[in-house]
């Protein structure tokens, strides 16, 4: 029978481990987890139950936290250069049982090491981890599951001809929403994707309400940074299952759902307040969820050559403000209209970045665990780079006025990488340009290039 085995030092994940059990029993059934301190019946012999427990699993999770590769006893030896130790037994067995190893990095930690690590343990660090985080579990615990069912199949079993069994939920309801999406994405037709994604969009509309997220109301200056971060983070929650759908529908690089992701734009793009200004911090951060929303299509839309998507999105897509004036979302979404540069800085967690990239830096982060899986590393860095210099040259075309992101400081220091990668999605026969973007003129890409290089040489320098 397949199975989960949960792997953690005590002291070191308690809290993690405890998530994982629950996500993982609430969905396989809890015959299907093996977690040490509920799975061994009182009097059973622990070494046998445990070793057993390992025989009849799929998958090994093994949680990390911040003290796993350096916890020591109390006779100050490390804990996993002892053989005994049940961590590294339960890890060795694991391989050595064939079964897969996945490392769960908690709360930010870095990967593992193999130089930091037993000899015995150096593989560990070569496997492919994933990351839960306590202020992301609602986006990290679902994504894991989904990871499971793709991996082991067998873990969503068929129900019995005697009807589900206790614990476990009845047929159908195991089927992880991400491998239904991406089946759903190959069907000739694609009807079940539009509304997949809507019946997301409008779950993530009915929780963005006035009452959850009032934007009237006073905060003393010293409250502020705390009670934004907070309103962020909870945006972020809201968004996140919506933006996983996104993330891969847009990636997968079918035409067929251009006018999906547009209207889905259009649906969170807030009416453009009549006189809106960096002092109403609540009404401009109630545009982080459209923000959100666009920088996972653009990303999304960058890695898969869909540059010209990049542009409808920005550039043919409009909020509408009381008096029916429209505004581009390229405008209404520029960043420093959404969270003022000198509060990002100024959040508990983001703080110490220079205030013109803070919220570049929150966005990448966030949108790296939403695109986990489909476009990974590097590439990931490469596609929200590429995709800010784009949106940077877009808005620069527009107006004198650019959101630098992240992007702009390696920029300065190497500006020839950068549009050297660029160069053939702003050449006259590129998809972007035949969009519609620069006017399909390769003089005006050339006049943004260097407003681009001016303004960042202004604003780092």
């Known amino acids: 029978m397949p199975g989960v085995f949960v792997n953690y030092r005590t002291g070191d994940g308690e809290w993690a481990a405890a998530l994982v059990k629950r996500e993982l029993s609430a969905r396989f059934g809890g015959d299907q987890v093996f977690y040490a301190s509920q799975s ?68 930010g930690i870095d990967p593992l090491r193999e130089a930091d690590l037993p000899d015995a343990l150096q593989r560990v660090a070569r496997c492919q981890y994933l990351r839960i985080h306590h202020r992301s579990d609602d986006l990290d615990l679902p994504r894991l599951v989904d990871e499971l ?62 009452a959850r997220y009032p934007t009237s109301g006073h905060l003393d200056e010293a409250d502020l940074p705390a009670a934004l971060e907070k309103r962020l983070t909870a945006y972020e929650h809201d ?11 847009v990636r997968s690089g079918d035409q067929r759902h251009d006018e999906l992701w547009a209207a889905l734009v259009e649906r969170f793009l807030r ?67 959404v969270v003022d540069p000198r509060h990002a800085a100024g959040l508990p967690t983001w703080g110490g970045m220079p ?26 860095d490469w596609a929200f780079a590429d995709y ?25 220091h190497d500006d020839s990488v950068i549009y050297q990668r660029n160069a053939s999605r702003l050449d006259a026969e590129s998809a972007l340009l035949r969009s519609g973007a620069f006017d399909g003129d390769t003089a005006r890409v050339a006049a943004a290039w260097r407003e681009l290089r001016q303004a960042t040489r202004a604003r780092y320098r």
């Open 40 to 107: 061994i019946r009182l009097g059973e012999d622990f070494s046998r139950e445990i070793l057993s427990g390992l025989r009849r699993c799929e998958v090994l999770l093994a949680l990390i936290g911040p003290r796993w590769v350096n916890a020591v006893d109390r006779e100050g030896v490390r804990r996993l250069d002892k053989p005994d130790d049940w961590v590294r037994r339960e890890i060795l067995e694991a391989f050595d049982c064939g079964l897969r190893v996945i490392p769960v990095l908690m709360d």
């Open 388 to 412: 800010e210099f784009l949106r940077s040259l877009l808005e620069l075309h527009d107006a004198p006025f650019s959101s630098l992101g992240e992007f702009a400081v390696r920029l300065e």
């Open 149 to 210: 069912v793709e991996l082991v199949p067998e873990l969503v079993a068929p129900r019995s001809s005697s009807g589900p069994r206790p614990g476990r939920p009845a047929e159908g309801e195991l089927r992880s929403p991400i491998t239904e999406f991406r089946q759903a994405l190959s069907e000739p037709l694609g009807l079940s994707v539009y509304e997949r994604v809507q019946a997301a969009a409008t779950a993530a509309l009915e929780l963005l309400t006035e």
């Open 271 to 337: 009416p453009v307040p009549r006189h809106r200004g960096t002092h109403d911090v609540w009404t401009n951060a109630a545009a982080y969820p459209a923000l959100l929303l666009v920088y996972v299509i653009g990303v999304a839309a960058v890695s898969a050559g869909r540059e010209d998507l990049v542009h409808r999105t920005l550039c043919r897509t409009s909020g509408t403000d009381a008096d029916g004036r429209t505004t581009p979302a390229l405008r209404a979404l520029a960043l420093r209209n």
């Open 239 to 249: 968004m996140a299952p919506l933006l996983r759908l996104v993330a891969i529908g």
């Open 355 to 380: 205030p013109h990239q803070a919220l570049s830096v929150q966005l990448r982060q966030v949108l790296n665990r939403v695109f986990f899986n489909v476009v990974d590393g590097s590439a990931f």
